[in-house]
């Protein structure tokens, strides 16, 4: 259960340190007409797996072939973690923006009186 709070936790931060990158990719997004945060955070994911040289399969008892294999499978999922944890972050944060604006928007609305139609 340990290894698997590390992984998410590592994944949390390869999340945020994807986020200094975010303005500089919506430029190139543009351009490419796809977006490259995925990439930048599998990317990201497998520089911090090697950093530390974490395998998650290993430290599961997962057999693998080799072990730059299980490094290199750790850092594709703790892009993928970084990735489920940027949409959760944006779906909380449009949340929280529908909810404040739509509140505001209902009590400060006058509503307009009906006038005679005939």
């Not at 590592?10 to 977006?35: D, E, I, T, Y």
């Not at 850092?75 to 944006?90: D, P, R, V």
């Amino acid at each position: 259960m340990y290894v698997f709070g590390i992984a998410a936790l590592l994944g949390l931060g390869v999340m945020c340190v994807a986020r200094w990158f975010q303005l500089p990719l919506r430029l190139v997004r543009h351009k490419l007409n796809f977006s490259l945060y995925p990439v930048l955070e599998v990317a990201l994911g497998t520089g911090a797996a090697w950093a530390i040289h974490f395998n998650l399969w290993s430290l599961w008892h997962v057999p693998m072939r080799a072990d730059w294999v299980g490094v290199t499978l750790t850092g594709a999922a703790l892009g993928g973690t970084a990735q489920f944890f940027t949409e959760i972050l944006a779906m909380f944060s449009g949340l929280g923006r529908k909810l404040n604006d739509e509140a505001e928007t209902i009590e400060t609305v006058e509503r307009p009186k009906l006038g005679r139609a005939a």
